[in-house]
């Protein structure tokens, strides 16, 4: 899966910390997530979302081979 | 709290201390095996040892998120296999030993396990390889965590092997300790392939099944570890050995338990609600 969480972070102009404050995780999780590296549950994904005021399908995306 | 546990648990196995006057009278007479006078030197040093590991280990993080939580399950699943793998290693090399007599060997054994040090490193050494583990995986990166699957041995032909096995292990105990046979080597095998089976695939391996499985883990340490503090204070000397040995096989027995019966009640709920949607229709 992968996402594009730095990008909607630079748009609306808000640090990993900003997030992950505003969403109670830590500012490495947003990091590891922001890699790739985790797929995080589907509540943290809505969380997500809905701090950039946008659906989950437009930050996250299913990859061939998922 | 560990670390005074640790000093005194080493001066207890290294150099018998005990504590003076810390101890009472239980029997009237010493009877073999069962001495009148008991110390509690050593009860103390592990529950300090077992207390303090455990509350590191599983005392929360700073920021506690779903993915530190999920690190953390991921890392005790995988020091269990760890701990088991060392044990594996140390009973090869002890038949090996057995079959060859060298004497390089038997010293090795002899300088880390002599006697029963070995089932005493046992008691903690799942808590000290999980927090190892834990640590390097949350501070390898300074930005990131790092993220390892755990890898599972196919369901075929491994569960079986596993199950068999298994089972037939633990016949075998029961019928020569029936017998007042000599089950020692029986039973110091059995965790092995116990660990096959909790390593082994299901037929349809999923996220959900993944996520009971380290559920279970979590909670088959817990109970674990609240056994033996409880084993701790209810069994002095000689029982006490009965107890180390058994904690070999404690952590996957209770694992295989609780994995099973909650897979069992899941799909007994699922076909209930198969059925449902068919009336539905």
């Given amino acids: ?66 | 709290m560990a670390l005074p546990g640790f000093v005194l648990g080493y001066m207890v196995v290294y150099n018998d201390y005990k504590i003076p006057g810390f101890g009472m009278q239980l029997r009237e007479q010493s009877q073999l095996f069962l001495p009148a006078y008991e110390n509690f030197t050593n009860e103390l040093a592990l529950t300090l040892v077992v207390g303090g590991l455990v509350f590191i280990a599983f005392s929360k993080q700073k920021i506690e998120d779903e993915l530190t939580a999920n690190i953390r399950l991921n890392a005790l699943y995988w020091a269990i296999l760890a701990n088991y793998a060392m044990y594996a290693m140390f009973l090869i090399t002890a038949a090996i030993n057995n079959v060859l007599q060298l004497r390089l060997i038997e010293n090795a054994i002899e300088a880390i396990a002599g006697g029963f040090t070995f089932m005493t490193y046992n008691l903690f050494t799942p808590l000290v390889i999980f927090m190892a583990r834990f640590y390097y995986l949350l501070y390898k990166r300074n930005d990131e965590y790092e993220i390892k699957t755990i890898r599972f041995l196919p369901n075929k032909p491994y569960r079986l092997i596993g199950q068999t096995l298994s089972v037939a292990f633990a016949v075998m105990i029961i019928a020569q300790s029936i017998k007042r046979e000599d089950i020692t080597w029986l039973f110091y095998t059995l965790p092995l392939p116990m660990l096959i089976w909790v390593f082994s695939k299901e037929k349809q391996e999923d996220e959900y099944i993944g996520a009971i499985r380290l559920d279970a883990m979590q909670l088959s340490v817990y109970a674990n570890y609240i056994i033996l503090l409880i084993a701790n204070f209810a069994f002095y000397s000689t029982d006490f050995l009965f107890v180390m040995a058994f904690n070999f096989v404690t952590i996957p027995a209770i694992f295989l338990i609780v994995f099973h019966y909650r897979l069992y009640k899941i799909r007994k709920s699922d076909v209930a609600s198969a059925k449902s949607n068919l009336n539905l229709l």
């Fill in chain 1, 1 to 66: 899966m992968k996402n594009t969480l730095r990008v909607e972070r630079a748009i609306k102009n808000i640090t990993q910390a900003d997030l992950a404050e505003a969403i109670g995780v830590s500012r490495q999780t947003i990091n590891t997530i922001e890699s790739n590296k985790y797929v995080p549950s589907t509540v943290l994904a809505l969380k997500i979302a809905r701090v950039f005021g946008k659906p989950v399908e437009a930050i996250f995306e299913l990859e061939d081979g998922d």
